[in-house]
């Protein structure tokens, strides 16, 4: 999707910050197992659900059963202890590295806990696996899975939870890029001896050492080898410590104030009379704008307008699908924030304070018009808009051709109302279904003539929607060409409705009192990596994203900005400039930080293992499956930017896995629960014609 957005100014320069809590791999007596996604997907081996929630977060394990993956740092006997039904009679066999354990005799009723001993003789140092086998093919369920020394901790009753309970000896093991910067460790008590191993991926070396400390600072200058491994070896009398903080504070790098030059926001908000515009053009990519060198001149309206803005060319959407970017950019926060991830049930939280709802706070008349159900009023994408038009009810493919019209409308109702207006247009196209209309219909594919063309239309659909999300099919060349020319040519009919609204608003004098931002929601496969459409394409063609803003009086000589942002950069932005607030730990398009963690997601399905992105530029890691069939495929977008060279090391994958546990683990305190929705008819039938349903 694209978006256009008319602004006005405000500056978001913003130092970089505060320290980020990160918590190490655990080598210890102690396992508290977290069954929400992705923290320990690597640990659950064979067929596990993802994770899942009924009021409480659970797995679940069937078919043949799985196995779960835990280390150790010495031998002892450990009590494993689970919370677990069962959804239909069956019998639970468990076995520790291989030698039987007990069998369960399990029948359906509410949970119960079981506990088993792990006898000091069948456990090894390093990793060991207990695995679970069924007599049939029933489901289990998961809700707590705890493996411990038999006795109680031994710390105080009263005492604060820790981020962690270890029992020494214990090791923690830390994966750090590049980046320098400075750590710090508390623990709740002194440990007798602690050193401190460092691992480049050619051996360990010890670095330092300390005894009787239960703090550690320690600053790491930045280094030209990545990832590195920061071993901490904990050792000492068998006891039971509490690590009370585990910390980074990443240093800003080398060109990472990205502010486009020395001239101050031009004063902004609604008090100015400057309004916003948001034009969204849903599955537009980034490399098909011929702005951004494309070979066909595909966008020539909307290259006019990046002539006088600023184009950001390392621009990154926080989702592969519509409903979750589209939360993003609305709410501000990344969608395991926000958790409206499930096209089926997951609506925006009514306690998330929108975009639009500042805006109208701020001044605004905002008004939305919209061609997507995933952007609509059963979504709860209408907080905050005083009039939010549905396109889909009157027909389930609307055209971009019917949004001119619309804009109109709602510059005539702010004029009536004497308030600049905030609109958002969530346009359809390029999106399938492919119905431009000439001249733009045979632009640029041949063999089709006549318009409308139902022949035409039948092959594109049996191409589109014939792989599955995880298809060996093979397309034929000419497939592929006839797929790439007509998304051009309905990228072409985008950006010629686009042209007339910028010519709208020069008619109507509103050219040098509107800011504009044109951006995606998300990508589209066409062909690349043998995967068409989205959804679960988090290669750079299904998440890097067109991003181009134009405040009149600011952005007029316009620039080419190569910093990595994300949506909700650009959301902070936006309510920092013209709702006159500071997003709460929110950076911004224009701020001074280290290089960024950008994490992208693939879309939620039911006992389905998310697929993550993981962009820290130039690397991007893609991070796929979950135990022993977990992946991770690392890219180096300045020499291969379309990501068919894959580079990874088992230092690489075990670095960008706790790098996306961390982020989301510190995202966790903000995360809210979804709001239930339920498609209408005429959801339904527009979501059919566009090949969700």
């Known amino acids: 999707?694209?978006?256009?957005?008319i602004l006005t100014s405000g500056c978001d320069r913003e130092a970089a910050g505060s320290p980020e809590t990160i918590?190490?791999?655990?080598?210890?007596?102690?396992?508290?197992?977290?069954?929400?996604?992705?923290?320990?997907?690597?640990?659950?081996?064979g067929q596990w659900s993802g994770s899942l929630f009924d009021g409480h977060a659970y797995r679940t394990i069937s078919g043949a059963g799985g196995g779960l993956r835990f280390s150790v740092e010495s031998p002892r006997t450990l009590l494993f202890t689970s919370r677990l039904r069962a959804e239909a009679a069956c019998n639970l066999a468990i076995a520790l590295n291989r030698t039987q354990l007990k069998t369960l005799d399990l029948a359906p009723g509410p949970p119960a806990e079981q506990r088993i001993l792990l006898p000091r003789r069948l456990l090894r140092s390093g990793d060991n696996i207990l695995t679970f086998t069924l007599d049939r093919p029933e489901r289990i369920r998961f809700y707590r899975i705890t493996i411990a020394p038999p006795e109680k901790p031994g710390f105080p009753a009263d005492a604060q939870p820790p981020l962690a309970w270890l029992q020494l000896p214990a090791a923690l093991d830390y994966y750090l890029g590049a980046h320098g910067g400075k750590m710090s460790l508390r623990f709740t008590a002194p440990i007798p001896r602690i050193r401190l191993l460092r691992d480049d991926g050619t051996g360990e070396s010890l670095e330092k050492e300390w005894t009787d400390r239960s703090r550690i600072e320690l600053d790491m200058p930045q280094s030209t080898i990545a990832p590195r491994r920061l071993r901490f070896q904990l050792d000492g009398p068998p006891r039971d410590i509490g690590l009370v903080q585990s910390q980074f504070l990443r240093q800003a790098g080398s060109g990472a104030n990205a502010t486009p030059g020395s001239r101050p926001f031009p004063q902004t908000g609604a008090g100015t009379g400057m309004n916003v515009l948001v034009i969204l053009l849903d599955s537009a990519r980034a490399d098909r704008l011929s702005c951004a060198g494309y070979h066909r001149a595909t966008t020539p309206n909307i290259d006019r307008l990046a002539g006088r803005a600023w184009r950001f060319e390392n621009a990154w959407a926080e989702a592969a699908y519509t409903l979750a970017s589209t939360a993003t950019l609305f709410s501000g926060l990344a969608p395991d924030q926000h958790n409206a991830v499930s096209n089926?049930?997951?609506?925006?939280?009514?306690?998330?304070?929108?975009?639009?709802?500042?805006?109208?706070?701020?001044?605004?008349?905002?008004?939305?018009?919209?061609?997507?159900?995933?952007c609509g009023r059963t979504f709860r994408m209408?907080?905050?808009?005083?009039?939010?038009?549905?396109?889909f009810q009157d027909t389930p493919q609307p055209p971009a051709s019917a949004f001119p019209s619309q804009l109109e409308q709602i510059i005539q109702q702010a004029q009536t109302k004497q308030q600049p207006f905030f609109a958002y247009l969530h346009v359809r196209e390029p999106h399938i279904d492919f119905l431009m209309p000439p001249p733009y219909f045979g632009m640029f594919h041949r063999g089709y003539s006549e318009y409308p063309n139902e022949e035409f239309l039948k092959r594109l659909k049996d191409i589109y929607f014939s792989r599955g999300e995880y298809t060996e099919?093979?397309?034929?060349?000419?497939?592929?060409?006839?797929?790439?020319?007509a998304y051009d040519e309905n990228l072409a009919f985008a950006d010629a409705i686009v042209g007339e609204m910028l010519a709208m608003l020069e008619k109507r004098g509103l050219q040098d009192k509107t800011a504009v931002v044109v951006l995606g929601d998300h990508g589209e496969g066409l062909g690349e990596h043998n995967q068409i459409g989205h959804n679960t394409v988090l290669y750079p063609q299904g998440l890097h994203i067109p991003l181009i803003l134009a405040i009149p009086g600011w952005s007029d000589a316009g620039a080419v900005l190569s910093h990595p942002v994300s949506t909700s950069d650009l959301t902070a932005t936006l309510i920092r400039v013209f709702g006159g607030k500071t997003a709460a730990k929110r950076k911004g398009l224009f701020s001074l930080r280290p290089t960024p963690t950008l994490i992208s997601r693939s879309i939620y399905f039911h006992e389905y293992h998310n697929h993550w992105s993981i962009l820290e530029y130039p690397f991007q890691a893609i991070i796929s499956g979950h135990g022993d069939a977990l992946t991770c495929r690392v890219f180096n977008l300045e020499t291969d930017p379309r990501a068919f060279s894959p580079q990874a090391t088992p230092l690489q994958t075990l670095y960008y896995f706790q790098r996306l546990v961390n982020v989301i683990r510190n995202r966790r305190e903000e995360k809210l629960a979804p709001m239930a929705s339920e498609l209408?008819?005429?959801?339904?039938?527009?979501?059919?014609?566009?090949g969700y349903l």
């Not at 999707?1 to 957005?5: K, N, Q, R, S």
């Not at 609506?347 to 919209?370: C, F, K, R, W």
Request: a negative charge.
């Open 1 to 5: 999707m694209i978006l256009l957005f």
């Open 23 to 45: 918590l190490p791999e655990i080598s210890s007596q102690r396992h508290q197992f977290v069954l929400q996604a992705p923290e320990h997907d690597r640990y659950f081996l």
């Open 344 to 374: 089926y049930f997951g609506g925006l939280n009514p306690d998330i304070t929108t975009l639009a709802e500042i805006m109208q706070s701020s001044g605004y008349h905002t008004a939305a018009v919209s061609a997507i159900p995933y």
């Open 382 to 391: 209408d907080q905050g808009f005083v009039s939010f038009i549905e396109l």
């Open 473 to 485: 099919k093979k397309y034929t060349a000419s497939d592929l060409e006839l797929l790439n020319d």
């Open 680 to 690: 209408k008819q005429k959801e339904i039938e527009s979501l059919k014609s566009l």
